[in-house]
């Protein structure tokens, strides 16, 4: 296959993104993803890309991403890496405190039992395990505070940049 039929195919698919085609241009990228991989991938990665920035939950500027592709699939790849780590923040917050609520029973009898081995009062054990119960909560904020402290700290330096 001839280079040019590539390059008119990635030119073809950004296109479409941003203005639509003609008719016969579509059908004639409809054949050439048919059969050509690299361009196929590109097609479904500037469409990811694409899906991403929409569900992002930040807003974006006003007319970035029609500004050109370039920018959007910067953003978009920048997206993409800190989507990951955001996920995993939520999943481990979710796991706790699912894990917090679904073991909150034995957790009671356990501070109930100590209570009553050691005769501390009853306010005392209450308060150790709602304090318990709390730490998957303190945790995420401390997590969410260094997260968007951090991100402050990178935009400063980037004011100063310019
Ligand atoms: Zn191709």
Redesign the pocket.
């Given at each position: 296959?001839k280079a040019d039929?590539?390059q008119r195919?990635l030119q073809l698919i950004a296109q479409a993104r941003v203005e639509g085609m003609p008719e016969t241009d579509r059908n004639w990228l409809r054949a050439?993803l048919e059969e050509?991989d690299?361009?196929a991938e590109h097609a479904r990665r500037t469409d990811r890309a694409l899906r991403l920035l929409r569900t992002a939950p930040i807003s974006l500027p006003a007319g970035l991403a029609s500004r050109t592709q370039f920018r959007v699939r910067l953003r978009a790849q920048e997206l993409r890496e800190r989507e990951p780590k955001r996920r995993a923040l939520w999943l481990a917050c979710g796991m706790s405190w699912i894990f917090g609520v679904a073991s909150a029973p034995y957790v009671w009898s356990l501070f109930q039992w100590l209570g009553q081995r050691t005769g501390v009062p009853k306010l005392v054990w209450e308060v150790g395990f709602g304090l318990w119960w709390s730490i998957p909560a303190l945790f995420a904020v401390a997590v969410l505070l260094m997260e968007s402290s951090r991100r402050g700290e990178q935009a400063d330096w980037i004011n100063q940049g310019s």
């Open positions: 296959m039929s590539h195919a050439h050509c690299f361009c």
